[in-house]
């Protein structure tokens, strides 16, 4: 299975998950569907990283994304002034780049608390999925060769970030069994035979806000 595959599938439940939460709000199967897409994105970040030719230049580019999505962002879902995802895979590129850049130097302290400051900024600024975010794009890039530890790490990063929402709301929230769901996008993940596919870059980034602006214009037709 490609990156491109991938991304495919990332798009297809983004935006299944996504017309559940903007317009067919009381259709709850949508938004379980919708689980397995962001996991699926950190999965692409990560391996981005290590695969991009310039680092700072992938890095520039998913700013500017977030940048240009914010707007269709608030308006879809009425958020105010939380940050869209690009802003959460922005800092999550960050933090691969900051533990890796502390490790060559052999501080590997400061490599663990570079992430960790990260992933507290991206809960402050209110950036989607938070501290989740960053977490889980990081265990992509530093278990990539262990699936294994990596599949158990990403069970009990989403157990922790499960019983957050359950405190957050009540322990009977459907939310907090939801987000459980996106565990099963590390089946399509394993399948990943390290091939890039098709290239349709640009498309991928701009789907983001188009989607949402497409979203919202149909959210407001029905009244």
Not at 39 to 56: E, H, M, Q, V, W
Not at 59 to 77: K, T
Not at 98 to 110: D, G, I
Request: proline letters at 2%.
């Amino acid at each position: 299975m490609s990156a491109f595959i991938l991304k495919m599938i990332a798009i297809v439940t983004m935006t299944i998950d996504h017309a559940g939460a903007v317009v067919f709000k009381d259709m709850f199967f949508l938004r379980m569907i919708g689980r397995l897409a962001f996991p699926i994105f950190a999965f692409l970040i990560a391996n981005g990283y290590i695969y991009t030719r310039d680092r700072k230049k992938y890095a520039i580019r998913l700013f500017v994304f977030a940048l240009v999505s914010q707007y269709p962002f608030m308006l879809a879902f009425k958020v105010g002034w939380d940050l869209n995802i690009f802003f959460t895979l922005f800092l999550g590129l960050i933090a691969i780049g900051a533990h890796e850049y502390f490790m060559e130097k052999n501080k590997s302290l400061q490599a663990s608390l570079s992430v960790l400051v990260l992933a507290v900024l991206a809960t402050a600024l209110h950036t989607d999925y938070g501290y989740y975010g960053v977490f889980l794009i990081f265990l992509f890039y530093y278990y990539r060769e262990k699936f294994s530890v990596l599949s158990i790490s990403v069970v009990i990063l989403n157990l922790v970030f499960c019983t957050q929402i359950a405190m957050s709301y009540n322990y009977y929230s459907p939310r907090m069994y939801v987000q459980c769901i996106s565990c099963f996008s590390l089946i399509f993940i394993y399948f990943y035979n390290n091939e890039r596919g098709p290239r349709l870059k640009y498309f991928f980034y701009a789907y983001y806000p188009l989607h949402l602006l497409i979203l919202a214009y149909i959210e407001k037709l029905k009244y």
